[in-house]
């Protein structure tokens, strides 16, 4: 039997009890800034960190950024990791030392589109990897059915334009087809 990982998006949870119910799985993923720490619980096991310009200029590691040195795993893209030269800033020694490095062809290849999100690449490489044979995969916090319109219509996600539709099939159809799972926020 698998065991259960909650990928926890950076929307806002929309109820009150889903903190404990986050807090109770196996495995807590989150990315980047974990913006709803505390309304999302509190682990971190793992942490997909994005360290684009975004993230060390615009945000400076969010405001949960001291807690970014308790998640016990750090995942990175290649390219991310090769530019992370301020990494004392945000990991500690051990978590430099230990990133894992994702392949984001995994969802690039299936949805035909190059400019995907962090939660889409990180996705891709959680259901093409060694994570799969160990873990069940829910989500929770990400924006699914108005995926295409938020990220093909929101400036925050400029850089993305155009991935919105591709990741909404996507995920549609990892629910679908029972490769992923909700765990429902309303």
Known sequence: MKKK??????KPPMRETLSN???????VMRINRMNYLGHTGNRIDGLY?????????EFKGGENKKSIKNAGQILMRPFWYGHFTNWEEYLTEEQHRNIELIDDR???NETGFER???SILLLGYLLNSHWRDEYDIYITCLDVENRALLI???P???GHKGAGLY???FLMDKLKNKQIFRLEDE
């Open 21 to 27: 119910e986050i807090d109770s799985f196996d495995y």
């Open 116 to 118: 995907l999100t962090t």
């Open 152 to 154: 093909d219509n929101f």
């Open 5 to 10: 990982l909650v990928f926890v998006g950076n």
């Open 49 to 57: 960190l994005e360290a684009n310009h975004e993230f060390n200029d």
């Open 167 to 169: 990741e909404q099939r």
């Open 106 to 108: 995994f969802a690039i």
């Open 156 to 158: 925050i996600w400029k």
